[in-house]
């Protein structure tokens, strides 16, 4: 780009510029050196001139090669474009000295208009050509470096003012986060396995192939994997119900052809065959309910690897369907768990979180339990606030834990449940043990775990034998022979109470297996015998909210409970719970279920009233029906009779359950006989 084009973008006209007072301090050395080569550039301009006029093409050429031969000259040329006289207040501005000049104020510039020929601009343009850009005296090096001293100075203090700026935003806005407050990236196990191991470890050095790479949809909660069947829309959409006080009520929806598949699933259900199932998903391969029930089959085969990622392949077909206004991570999205088409979607989280929980992702684990419970946290149907708490312990967010207490322990009464009365404690504890937290924290928060702690056990005496019996300690005489820890202690608590005890320790014990932790709750256990001994009043007034409370555990409990499989929590569930059929799909679904579409009915005649001649012409046509429909009668004692046999068969299997539960082995006893022939049985 030549000068006269950049002059025009920057809007000055030639002799407008503004003069540089590092070209009016020429001694007279450079003076003379300057006439000198003034002197020369004539003489040459004077020889080729003839040359230009007669190739102006080649001097077009020869210019643009100068032009990008050195790209740094173009920032030289435009300050330095044009010559100009210096004027006498600007001579007596070179003359100054830098201290006066920074005392003494400064004179305002004048811009002087000096016409010039034709020839005058050439000669400048050649001068220019010639010449590098001039040394500046000694007075103004010392200016530049003051002003970049002022100019580095400035910007440190703006990186200061900026970097606490944006600390006090990052710790106000992390202090007025929700609590149930999600984050996309924590969705990612990768990432929480890249911290553990590194990139290197998780990706490793493949790289994809690109002529076979798919191209999907992206999504937060799950990664599509090129063996995954092509997705095409399976028939479920996502609409938004209405919208009140701030939150969106939306409701999944299923098309009439999935209506149509969901109807199969019921028969491959009923008919008791995994591959009717295994048959449907081939025709069609993002059936969500399909994809639940045939991930439980292949858990109970033992297959791990292909039942997570039929899960994840359920929760892409849900987030590929969601409502463009639907958030994650907002806590205003709200599903109704009394709707058939949500209840899988809850599922599908669920069981994905405990596939990672197992996969050792607990920071994950925890930020999908947290998006379940922020789906409903009201009503809770899958009862998350039994199980955040462990993996708020597994993956070390204590505080996390004790906020959520903190919090919600009025209105939603968590005081009275065991796994908070416990896992808080222990959250303060760990707390204490920290190295980064100040001594008066941290005999603060030791005080303050040894009160939850002895408040925990003098509320729930049952919890401490069963939790040091899978910890693998011997309790001491005194505590096992007191009566507040004895087996009478859970023999006269209710049902209820029961399970949630169970509940915790089956699912918590190993928490409590550190040396340290144990020393802990010893002490602390000793201090509650004393104050059992010394008739604390607190013991009989809690001993009244046991036999007041927990009479029934309602039905989510029941609901969180068969889906943990936890057999300290499932032995103790009651005979309604374990007499009526438990669908994976859909465990123990709710009394009041709002019903979008029904399934039609099926009209099974029943083969022992029918004769050979009507067996016949059903077998060439399936909708011949001589007899009629059923007698009401009949169907009644049909219905009852499956009911019976159906409770007979539970019990059954309850009876098993327990019985293979409570099967010890025992190894025969060998003597021990030294005087033996090794080659005996030789």
């Given at each position: ?16 510029e ?5 070209d009016?301090k020429?001694?007279?050395?450079e ?7 003034e ?14 006029a ?17 790209i740094?000259?173009?920032?030289g040329?435009?300050?330095n474009?044009?010559?100009t006289?210096?004027?006498d ?10 201290e ?5 104020p400064?004179?305002?510039k004048q ?14 343009n050649k001068?220019?050509?010639?010449r ?5 005296s000694?007075?103004?090096m010392?200016e ?6 002022d ?6 203090t ?10 006090s935003?990052?710790c106000g806005?992390?202090?007025?986060r929700p609590v149930l ?12 396995l ?8 998780v990706?490793?050095d ?9 191209f999907h ?21 996502m609409?938004?119900?209405e ?8 409701v ?6 999935y209506?149509q598949?969901?109807f199969?699933f019921f028969?491959a ?6 591959n009717?199932i295994?048959v449907l998903l081939q ?7 399909s994809l ?6 292949c ?6 690897e292909t ?7 359920a929760?892409?077909?849900f ?5 463009p206004?639907?958030?994650?991570t ?7 768990y ?6 899988a979607?809850?599922?599908a ?6 596939f990672l ?9 925890l930020?999908y339990?947290?998006l ?10 899958l009862?998350m606030l039994l199980?955040i ?6 993956c070390?967010?204590y505080?996390?834990l ?10 939603r009464?968590l ?17 204490s ?6 001594s ?10 040894d ?5 925990a056990l003098?509320?729930f ?5 069963p939790l040091?019996?899978l910890?693998?300690v011997?309790?001491d005489a005194a505590?096992?022979?007191h009566?507040f820890?004895?087996p ?13 005890e169970g ?10 297996k ?17 104050r059992?001994?010394?008739q604390?009043p607190l ?9 007041q409370?927990?009479?029934s555990?309602?039905?989510?409990i029941h ?9 300290e929590?499932?032995?103790?569930l009651?005979?309604?719970v ?7 799909y859909?465990p ?11 399934r039609?009915e099926r009209q ?7 004769s ?5 012409f059903r ?12 007698r009401?009668e009949?169907d009644l004692?049909?219905a009852?009779a499956?009911?019976?046999?159906n409770?007979e ?9 327990d019985m ?7 190894e025969?006893q060998?003597?021990?006989?030294p005087?033996?022939d090794?080659?005996e049985?030789?």
């Amino acid at each position: 780009m030549s000068s006269r084009a950049l002059r025009r973008l920057k809007g000055k006209q030639r002799g407008q510029e503004a003069i540089d007072i590092g070209d009016l301090k020429l001694n007279s050395e450079e003076a003379g050196g300057a006439e000198l080569e003034e002197a020369k550039d004539e003489e040459l301009d004077e020889v080729l001139q003839p040359a230009k006029a007669s190739s102006s093409r080649r001097a077009k050429k020869s210019k643009s090669q100068k032009n990008i031969s050195n790209i740094y000259e173009l920032i030289g040329e435009v300050d330095n474009d044009v010559d100009t006289n210096p004027t006498d207040e600007e001579s007596v501005l070179a003359a100054r000295t830098p201290e006066e000049s920074r005392v003494s104020p400064e004179l305002p510039k004048q811009e002087t208009e000096t016409p010039k020929s034709d020839g005058d601009r050439k000669l400048n343009n050649k001068k220019k050509k010639k010449r590098k850009k001039k040394k500046a005296s000694a007075g103004d090096m010392q200016e530049e470096s003051g002003a970049g001293d002022d100019i580095d100075a400035l910007l440190e203090t703006i990186k200061k003012t900026n970097g606490l700026s944006h600390t006090s935003e990052d710790c106000g806005a992390s202090g007025y986060r929700p609590v149930l407050y999600v984050e996309h990236r924590n969705l990612n196990p990768e990432n929480e396995l890249k911290r553990y191991f590194g990139a290197r470890a998780v990706l490793g050095d493949q790289k994809p192939r690109q002529r076979q790479r798919q191209f999907h949809r992206s999504t937060w909660m799950t990664t599509p994997k090129d063996t995954w069947p092509r997705f095409s829309r399976p028939g479920i959409s996502m609409s938004l119900l209405e919208s009140k006080d701030g939150l969106q009520f939306f409701v999944f929806e299923h098309s009439r052809d999935y209506q149509q598949v969901q109807f199969k699933f019921f028969d491959a259900v009923e008919s008791m065959d995994p591959n009717n199932i295994v048959v449907l998903l081939q025709l069609n391969p993002y059936h969500v309910d399909s994809l639940l029930q045939l991930s439980d089959v292949c858990r109970i085969q033992e297959d791990q690897e292909t039942a997570r990622d039929l899960i994840e392949r359920a929760l892409y077909s849900f987030e590929c369907a969601f409502h463009p206004v639907f958030s994650l991570t907002s806590g205003t999205s709200r599903l109704d768990y009394r709707r058939p088409e949500n209840r899988a979607f809850y599922l599908a989280v669920y069981k994905h979180m405990m596939f990672l929980e197992k996969r050792g992702c607990p920071r994950t684990a925890l930020e999908y339990c947290k998006l379940i419970l922020s789906l409903d946290p009201d009503n809770d149907p899958l009862c998350m606030l039994l199980l955040i708490d462990f993996l708020c312990l597994r993956c070390r967010e204590y505080a996390s834990l004790i906020r959520l207490y903190e919090e919600w322990k009025v209105h939603r009464n968590l005081s009275q449940l065991p796994n908070f009365a416990f896992s808080v404690a222990l959250a303060c504890y760990h707390l204490s043990q920290q190295e980064e937290t100040t001594s008066d924290e941290s005999q603060r928060m030791k005080v303050k775990s040894d009160i939850m702690l002895q408040e925990a056990l003098i509320m729930f005496p049952g919890v401490l034998m069963p939790l040091l019996d899978l910890c693998t300690v011997q309790p001491d005489a005194a505590v096992s022979s007191h009566a507040f820890f004895g087996p009478k202690s859970r023999l006269g608590q209710p049902p209820a109470l029961t399970e949630l005890e169970g509940l915790y320790v089956g699912r918590c014990h190993s928490l409590w297996k550190e040396a340290g932790v144990m020393l802990w709750m010893e002490g602390n256990v000793r201090e509650v015998l004393k104050r059992v001994d010394s008739q604390d009043p607190l013991v009989d007034d809690c001993q009244n909210k046991r036999k007041q409370r927990y009479q029934s555990a309602p039905r989510s409990i029941h609901r969180h409970v068969l889906l943990s499989e936890i057999k300290e929590a499932t032995s103790t569930l009651p005979l309604e719970v374990t007499t009526q059929p438990v669908m994976s799909y859909d465990p123990l679904p709710p009394l009041d279920s709002i019903m979008s579409y029904t399934r039609p009915e099926r009209q099974n005649a029943r083969a022992s009233n029918e004769s050979t001649l009507s067996l016949l012409f059903r077998s060439l046509l399936p909708n011949f029906n001589l007899q009629g429909g059923q007698r009401p009668e009949d169907d009644l004692e049909v219905a009852r009779a499956g009911r019976e046999l159906n409770q007979e068969v539970n019990r059954l299997m309850v009876a098993m359950r327990d019985m293979l539960a409570n099967i010890q082995f025992q190894e025969p006893q060998r003597e021990d006989n030294p005087d033996r022939d090794e080659e005996e049985w030789d």
